[in-house]
T-cell receptor, first 110, second 117 residues
Framework: RKEVEQDPGPFNVPEGATVAFNCTYS??????FFWYRQDCRKEPKLLMS???SGNEDGRFTAQLNRASQYISLLIRDSKLSDSATYLC???????????FGTGTRLTIIP | EPEVTQTPSHQVTQMGQEVILRCVPI?????FYWYRQILGQKVEFLVS????????KSEIFDDQFSVERPDGSNFTLKIRSTKLEDSAMYFC???????????????FGPGTRLLVL
């Protein structure tokens, strides 16, 4: 089983729509969870950390279900600039390594 | 906003040659990392570094690889004898508390694209 599993997509979504991504992770000892965004041939950039209580940052909402080992990201009112690959990332304690999923590719269509 | 920088942005080398990839982490960060991403694949962890020593390394990080922090600012990855399969984007990252985040977060440099011929 992959350590972090994501649907690779692609998701082609019209501008203004709502889109949701899911991710599962296999290591129940994982402590921290993130969504990173990666544009083509660029570095991963932190989009948001994911907390157990769920958290929101503008149009982005992230949820974590530790019991199911499941993480989600919801993007509302999608913009053309949201087109990117979204990486689900987990980590053990403190400053341990990040483990990445393969990413979900999103294209927003005008 | 502070950022991780990397040089060179691109490197082309012949198989068997040594390469050194350079990184300047964010200045108040204490943990440093190298990751790589082969074209079309996921980002993979190579090595982490803290307090002037390796804290963790992956199976990929074999004897051909080494890391060093030669001074107070640079963090380098050396590949001693490059192979074709070393062709990838190499990302440096550093970790610390930045801005109003209470979670230790890793910030990535723009990467060095290495092509081994």
């Amino acid at each position: 089983r992959k350590e972090v599993e994501q649907d690779p997509g692609p998701f082609n979504v019209p501008e203004g729509a709502t889109v949701a991504f899911n991710c599962t992770y296999s290591n129940s000892a994982s402590q921290s969870f993130f969504w990173y965004r990666q544009d083509c041939r660029k570095e991963p950039k932190l989009l948001m950390s994911v907390y157990s209580s769920g958290n929101e940052d503008g149009r982005f909402t992230a949820q974590l279900n530790r019991a199911s080992q499941y993480i989600s990201l919801l993007i509302r009112d999608s913009k053309l600039s949201d087109s990117a690959t979204y990486l689900c990332v987990v980590r053990g304690f403190g400053n341990e390594k990040l483990t990445f999923g393969t990413g979900t590719r999103l294209t927003i269509i005008p | 906003e502070p950022e991780v920088t990397q040089t060179p942005s691109h490197q082309v080398t012949q198989m068997g040659q040594e390469v050194i990839l350079r990184c300047v982490p964010i200045s108040n960060h204490l943990y440093f990392y190298w990751y790589r991403q082969i074209l079309g694949q996921k980002v993979e962890f190579l090595v982490s570094f803290y307090n002037n020593e390796i804290s963790e390394k992956s199976e990929i990080f074999d004897d051909q690889f080494s890391v060093e922090r030669p001074d107070g600012s640079n963090f380098t990855l050396k590949i001693r004898s490059t192979k074709l399969e070393d062709s990838a984007m190499y990302f440096c990252a550093s970790s610390g508390l930045t801005g109003d985040s209470w979670v230790e977060t890793q910030y990535f440099g723009p990467g060095t694209r290495l092509l081994v011929l």
